[in-house]
């Protein structure tokens, strides 16, 4: 299960900090994923971070401008959204997957990012 919050409506150029803690015994084997999904789009990859060591990815929309980290004490992965644009206005979902899979198949419920233009 995985729980996410830290949104809000923000400014052009300011920062947010989303959260995501997951409940499960151990992320060991997982990867933690974000994705959003702005009004009437897509789903989209947002990034992700391989658990155990930590590796980042990220969707070429947000490079340069996001971050993702995590706490493994807390098992709570974290989005740092710098720099944000209007284009950055959806709801923002964090995922796993077991790292043998190919899609994520545990969401948790998404929190909205507000951007005005």
């Known amino acids: 299960q995985l729980q996410a919050c830290g949104g809000g409506l923000v400014q052009a150029g300011d920062s947010l900090r989303l959260s995501c803690t997951a409940s499960?015994?151990?992320?060991?084997?997982?990867?933690l994923g974000w994705f959003r999904q702005p009004p009437g789009k897509e789903r989209e990859f947002v990034g992700a971070v391989r658990w155990s060591v930590g590796i980042t990815s990220y969707g070429d929309s947000v490079k340069g401008r996001f971050t993702i980290s995590r706490d493994k004490f807390k098992k709570t992965v974290y989005l740092q959204m710098d720099s944000l644009k209007p284009e950055d206005t959806a709801v923002y979902y964090c995922?796993?997957?077991?790292?043998?899979?190919?899609?994520?198949?545990?969401w948790g419920q998404g929190t909205q990012v507000t951007v005005p233009a």
């Open positions: 499960a015994r151990s992320l060991t084997n997982y990867f």
């Open positions: 995922a796993a997957r077991f790292f043998s899979l190919d899609s994520y198949d545990v």
